[in-house]
């Protein structure tokens, strides 16, 4: 509660700050491989600034997914990787950037350069655990997603009417897909509070479901199919499943971005896995998304060997090291891990492992 008290000052600073100026410019960033979360508070973010007199671009260091594409503004996002010179443009004349969705411009793929040189202000809104120094941190861990926490942000400033159809829609992505449709991280009434007032303000939820769960197709399917069919591993001495996901498979079933999105869950719906990891090879980098059951800081094992982190039941990493290898490293400091959070369910050690997955 404390806690809320100090994000709700902020919120009140950032408010005096953006009234001050006239013809203000604003960039909104969201983190790299954005998610649900990311592209619903980037959408509802930029109109919200937009509808109240402030210039605001996304700029993003990938591309967005497909299945996120009908958001509001979604396809206004300019990514590095294709207008480069537009992306250093709008950050040079930026006077105030928005990291939405992430703590760190680690986060920020290759725009790190940019964002490091960058001398204006800048603002993060987020729910992920220590927040880099910036002038206003508007983070909170416990809140379901960045777009509970955006919803608090835009009525304070702007009032609830501000909160339009599309924003409500946009807002309610973000919940929605951060909590896997309200199943984990949203034990909190604020979280319902949020929902029902976006409703309120003209969410419409079946429009949100059908394009969020209703757009498959059929090679998606196909991909999810095989990895859970041909590779899925659930490791001989710890409760953990492993989905490793070759580029050829990728090609295989003509991948699009965020295809392989609420995969790594699944194998938490068996009893005895308490984590799951899938590792998917990603042109260059490996990446990879760690989830886990109950109070298992899967976020420590990302942090400590795969150059990632995260919350304490979801997290994600990366390397540039071969998929092979990074499996073989997922089994080497599995005994680490497990006896970091004593919920290992054999007493074997990590050198009679035998799995070579
Ligand atoms: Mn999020």
Not at 61 to 82: G, H, I, M, R, T
């Amino acid at each position: 509660m404390i806690r809320m008290k100090e994000v709700l000052r902020t919120i009140d600073r950032l408010k005096r700050c953006l009234r001050k100026s006239d013809n203000m410019r604003a960039v909104i960033i969201p983190h790299i491989s954005a998610d649900g979360d990311a592209v619903g508070a980037c959408s509802a973010f930029s109109m919200a600034l937009e509808n109240n007199g402030i210039k605001a671009s996304i700029i993003t260091c990938d591309f967005f997914p497909e299945y996120l594409k009908w958001l509001k503004n979604a396809n206004k996002a300019v990514s590095l990787q294709d207008r480069s010179e537009q992306c250093k443009k709008l950050i040079a004349e930026a006077d105030i950037i928005f990291m939405l969705d992430h703590n760190t411009i680690l986060r920020e793929g290759d725009l790190q350069p940019l964002l490091r040189d960058y001398k204006g202000l800048k603002v993060i809104i987020d729910h992920h655990p220590e927040p880099e120094e910036v002038d206003f941190i508007i983070s909170n861990t416990r809140v379901s997603s960045t777009c509970e926490l955006l919803y608090t942000v835009i009525s304070r400033i702007w009032g609830d009417e501000a909160i339009t159809p599309d924003m409500a829609n946009a807002l309610y992505t973000g919940i929605n897909t951060d909590t896997g449709g309200l199943s984990h991280n949203s034990s909190h009434p604020e979280t319902y509070r949020v929902v029902a007032d976006l409703l309120d303000r003209g969410l419409n939820k079946q429009y949100v479901h059908e394009n969020l769960y209703q757009h498959n197709r059929l090679s998606r399917l196909r991909l999810i199919g095989n990895a859970l069919l041909n590779k899925l591993t659930i490791h001989p001495d710890y409760p953990l499943a492993l989905i490793p996901i070759t580029g050829q498979e990728l090609e295989k079933y003509d991948f699009k971005e965020g295809d392989l999105e609420g995969l790594v869950n699944i194998p938490l719906s068996i009893e005895k896995v308490l984590v799951s990891i899938q590792i998917t090879q990603r042109k260059e980098r490996v990446k990879l998304s760690f989830r886990s059951k109950g109070n298992i800081p899967i976020n420590l094992w990302a942090k400590e060997y795969f150059n990632g982190g995260g919350h304490l039941n979801a997290a994600g990493g990366q390397s540039t090291e071969p998929l092979e290898q990074v499996v073989q490293k997922i089994n080497e400091t599995a005994a680490w891990f497990f006896d970091q959070c004593k919920c290992h369910s054999s007493k074997r050690s990590a050198s009679a492992q035998s799995t070579e997955n």
